[in-house]
């Protein structure tokens, strides 16, 4: 059975039990990170615990963070998932334990943190090259997305839509703008250059989609943050999604139409492949860096 941590304590997942007055379960009053691992070492571990903190911000949840890097290395280790190719942690920080008011609790609450490592997997080649298909649904959320709140309803139920249509995601649409997928970035090769939506409180600010900035600029390819209008999806060379379990995704088909050519496009291919080259190297540091 794995092992979880719960509140400073690592226990089997059977064991860890977890208040029915924790607001995370009443009200959804919490934020989470997912971060991977490959072969036991961590992707940009300083930027994930960097967006916790500004989530545990935006929600005014006041924890400390020091000691949750070791935690998790700490997680993955107990677990046996340092040699697996890949892994990720899941951690949640909820407000914590009161009795329900929408408002915050006006004592002095201790924030509920639950963290846990499992191992997954990236698709076959052949099934990668084929690509990945999508429709695309109203984006049903809040304002503040930027946040990583554990509030996933809308994120699920659209994601559900995809599943029932299916499809392997859904195109969140506001506005007319195809902002992002349920749970990873999404972008287009639109005239030779390659475009994402910029940053704002519309749009989660992946991890994945920073390390791909940076592949795309030491690539020399072109790159415009902006927003993409979702007539722009019909002539698009190429789409895809990033994410953390999604790496670099190819997106080949949108509500039943083909994109581009069909299949992984090259530029799409370059940039996945530049992506699990920073994965290599960021592990090769780190075996050099081990006495
Ligand atoms: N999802 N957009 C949304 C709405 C997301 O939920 C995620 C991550 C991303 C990609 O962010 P990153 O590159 O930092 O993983 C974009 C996580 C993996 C999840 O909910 O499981």
Redo the contacts with the bound molecule.
Sequence with gaps: MSTVYLNGAFVPKADAKVSVDDRGFLLGDGV?????FYQGVPL?MD??LA?LERSLAGLRIDYDIAGLEVVLQKLIEVNELESADRA?V?LQITRGVAPRTHYFPEGPVEPTVYAFAKAWSRPPEDAWSRGFTAITVPDR?WMR?DI?SIC?LP?GLAYQDAREAGVDDAI?VRDGVAI???????WGVIGGTVVTHPESNL?????????VLEVACDLGIPVQERAIQVEELRDAEELF??????EVRPCVEVDGRQVGKGGAGPVTRRLSDGFLARVAQTREAAAAATP
């Excluded at 989470?32 to 991977?36: G, Q």
């Excluded at 749009?203 to 390390?211: A, E, H, K, M, Q």
């Excluded at 999604?241 to 999604?246: C, E, I």
Aim: proline content about 3%; aromatic content about 10%; some cysteine.
């Design positions: 989470y990170e997912v971060a991977p940009c930027r994930h967006r990720l899941y959320r997305v990583k996933l994120n969140l992002e997928g349920t749970h990873q970035n999404f749009v989660l600010s992946g991890i994945t989609r920073g390390v999604f990033t994410g953390t379990t999604a």
